[in-house]
């Protein structure tokens, strides 16, 4: 732990930010780049949404207003040159967003876009002043507009949850009612992959202007797979494309509700670096990173394990899931030491809401695929860890070798529900086990008959806000750096930047800083860029140098 706190502790950050104070300008995208290595390509969307901060203490009207200062510093460090601001934590945002947010934007050089949530999340909490009248937010978005020209349009949450609300006709309403008051505001719904079908976006073709997607798995509702992302990408791309709609790709930087805990470094960085090869491709017009978080501290509620900082996690996601029969299960085999005497002492876990039923899953220890041990998953409390005690003698007696199982089973049919389900800290008797308290990823296998049951070691990382800033920070500048070169560059210096891109897509860091400084070193050769252009591409280039050395 001491190792990673210094590895990934505050000094690194604290130096960029002393080092690199925001070193270049930033670039508006209102239309997708056709030809990426075009010098007049504009820059895509380089985005995040939410995770504002808030001022430390309440005004007089007793709110903790948007921080507006530190909010826009942040996204100015990471690269951002788009800010999706949402309208609905608090009844002064709106306010906030019109006196205090937008101009700052504006000097800053930050597009900002609104983001308002739909009736179906409307139901306990609205977005002020308006609430669900989208015409009345459209008219005095639009109007907003006519004194700002970095808002740039409106973003709708959820809009494929709610087809029954937004009707064409409806959509044409809040549309016209916008582009009175500003002809070029846009409207870009945020629509998940499943709602992204040919019969679903034609009706919406004139009056939309582009698609955002939030990747959550597809149907399989998470955020740790990102094995679909691909495909996901080129197929939602191929449609939106012969409709002449650009896509930008979401990602989660923070916890997606129904799931084990936040998503880790790995995920976020695996969706990045495929975002960003699907932007230089041009399958995607932006990027948008799913409410970043600005401040650095451990997220507690993710340190769930019984002991240390890791568990055997086994999560069934809400929507579809296997039927009876169907599993998922942690294994690793086991050699018996002979002494006739085995046991085996663990701790196990369920977490679930009110309406998982008795009977559905059933959480098993398995010897050789027989089972030794079987508990209802309904059966403990919720988000209680509980000790179990088995006597594997008859089991394992004359054995030489063995495979233990420790699986999640469904038996009965019942209502879909979210829930997972948790091993930690075992304790063997007569045999060993390689990582018993689940602390490392190795040691174990995962296994399952259904892609409905995920499983993953979950291992609390203290320092995880911070790591994905890092690598955000990282991955923007990366991008910057590259259109910056293609825009500039001789042709050498172009294929030393599509080197270095690819370096850093495929996860090759210490190659990358290779390339970066050979490119470096071209770029100090490259007679024909003017002064003001090789001292940027020279400050993005250290900057990236420093930012691939503090994410090896």
Not at 190 to 209: A, E, F, H, M, N
């Amino acid at each position: 732990m001491i190792h990673n706190f210094c590895r990934y502790g505050l000094l690194p950050v604290l130096l960029l930010s002393l080092c690199f104070p925001l070193l270049f300008p930033f670039s508006s995208w209102s239309a997708p780049a056709a030809a990426y290595a075009d010098r007049k390509a504009p820059l895509p969307i380089l985005g995040d949404y939410a995770g504002e901060l808030r001022e430390p203490h309440p005004r007089q009207d007793g709110i903790r207003h948007v921080d507006t200062v530190r909010t826009i510093r942040k996204l100015k460090e990471l690269g951002v040159n788009s800010y999706l601001y949402l309208v609905w934590h608090a009844p002064t945002d709106w306010d906030d967003l019109r006196r205090e947010f937008l101009p700052a934007a504006q000097k800053a050089g930050i597009d900002v876009w609104v983001y308002l949530v739909p009736p179906s999340e409307a139901r306990s909490k609205s977005s002020e002043p308006f609430g669900t009248d989208y015409i009345a937010w459209f008219r005095a978005i639009g109007r907003l507009s006519q004194s700002y020209g970095n808002l740039k349009g409106v973003v709708m949450d959820d809009f494929n949850h709610n087809y029954s609300f937004f009707s064409p006709e409806y959509v044409a309403k809040m549309r016209s009612a916008g582009r009175k008051m500003n002809p070029e505001l846009k409207f870009y719904p945020q629509i998940y992959y499943t709602g992204i079908k040919p019969d679903l976006i034609k009706p919406y073709r004139s009056l939309i202007d582009g698609v955002i997607m939030t990747y959550r798995d597809g149907k399989y509702r998470n955020t740790q797979r990102t094995r679909e992302l691909d495909e996901q990408i080129e197929q939602a791309a191929g449609i939106l494309r012969k409709e002449q709609l650009p896509l930008v790709l979401m990602v989660h930087a923070s916890k997606l509700s129904a799931t084990p805990s936040n998503p880790s470094v790995r995920y976020i960085q695996t969706s990045m670096r495929i975002g960003l090869d699907h932007m230089r491709k041009g399958n995607l017009q932006g990027l948008i990173t799913y409410v970043l978080q600005k401040e650095w501290f451990p997220e507690r509620k993710d340190r769930s394990a019984h002991s240390g900082f890791g568990y055997g996690s086994l999560f069934v996601p809400p929507g579809n899931h296997p039927s009876p029969g169907g599993w998922g299960e942690w294994q690793q085999p086991i050699v018996p030491d002979g002494s006739g005497k085995y046991t085996l002492d663990f701790y196990h876990l369920s977490v679930y809401p009110w309406r998982l039923r008795n009977g559905q899953y059933v959480k098993q220890v398995l010897i050789d695929g027989q089972v030794v041990w079987e508990r209802d998953v309904h059966q403990d409390l919720t988000q209680r860890w509980k000790r179990a005690h088995i006597h594997l003698t008859p089991h394992l007696k004359g054995k030489k070798e063995a495979v233990l199982s420790l699986r999640l089973y469904r038996k009965q049919k019942g209502p879909t529900s979210w829930f997972y389900t948790g091993f930690d800290q075992l304790q063997p008797t007569g045999f060993q086990l390689a990582n018993p308290g689940f602390e490392k990823p190795e040691g174990w296998t995962y296994r399952s008959n259904h892609p409905a049951v995920i499983g993953e070691t979950l291992i609390f990382d203290p320092q995880r806000r911070l790591r994905v800033y890092l690598t955000t920070m990282m991955m923007y500048t990366l991008y910057r750096f590259h259109h910056q070169v293609n825009s500039y560059g001789g042709e050498a210096m172009k294929k030393e930047a599509g080197q270095l891109f690819t370096a850093i897509v495929e996860g090759r860091n210490q190659q990358a800083l290779h390339r970066l400084n050979r490119l470096l070193e071209r770029l100090n050769d490259h007679t024909s860029l003017d002064q003001d252009q090789r001292q940027q591409l020279q400050k993005m280039g250290k900057k990236l140098d420093h930012l691939l050395s503090v994410n090896p």
